[in-house]
């Protein structure tokens, strides 16, 4: 019972590492630079977009109703 036990801890620890759900920090980043930068220019990049998708999440990108002027978002005046 106490060998299987054993086993199944393992089992479960190797799973949760490989999943990454480590208690540990474990490299998030390639150690070979080429890949590496690739990949930060990635996450970069996908943070530098994140700024938008809040505003459409919001609904801020829309144009604003509170002008003394129609706005309707169609063409023309």
Same mark, same amino acid.
Request: aromatic share 10%; net charge positive.
């Given at each position: 019972m106490?060998?299987?036990?054993? #086993?199944?801890v393992? *089992?479960? #620890? #190797?799973v949760v590492v490989a999943e990454g759900c480590a208690p540990v920090p474990l490299p998030h980043y390639s150690a070979f630079p080429?890949? =590496?930068? $690739? $990949?930060?220019?990635? %996450?970069s990049e996908n943070m530098r977009q994140i700024g938008d998708e809040w505003q459409r999440f919001?609904?801020? %990108?829309?144009?604003? +109703?509170? *002008?003394?002027? =129609? *706005? +309707? /978002? /169609?063409? /023309?005046?």
């Open positions: 106490r060998k299987f036990l054993v #086993a199944l393992l *089992t479960v #620890a #190797a080429p890949k =590496r930068v $690739e $990949e930060l220019l990635v %996450d919001w609904f801020l %990108d829309q144009p604003s +109703h509170l *002008t003394p002027f =129609r *706005t +309707h /978002g /169609g063409l /023309g005046p």
